[in-house]
């Protein structure tokens, strides 16, 4: 396997991982899939998809849900983690 075919694998597995860790309803499986696919990129030195990364917490790798409080503010995003309380910005 060449380094793009391992790249390419290691995306698809990213993206399912981050696609089951949506539709869990249990939290703590849930934070783990994130946590897998976080690794994944790690290892394989991936920037994860931009859609993917803003999925998530970074503190306690939870998959930002309904519960996840989304505000605007001086054309910054703010997204605070329903589980850790932990706040994103995203500017935009
Ligand atoms: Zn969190």
């Not at 920037?47 to 505000?71: A, M, Q, W």
């Amino acid at each position: 396997m060449n380094k793009r075919e391992a790249n390419d694998l290691a995306m698809r597995r990213i993206r399912y991982l981050a696609d089951l860790s949506m539709r869990q309803s249990n939290i703590r499986l849930a934070q783990r899939y994130v946590s897998i696919a976080r690794n994944i990129g790690k290892r394989m030195d991936i920037t994860l998809p931009i859609d993917v990364k803003r999925s998530f917490c970074k503190k306690c790798n939870t998959p930002y849900g309904p519960e996840s409080v989304i505000r605007l503010k001086n054309r910054i995003l703010i997204i605070t983690c329903s589980v850790c309380g932990d706040r994103r910005r995203i500017p935009y």
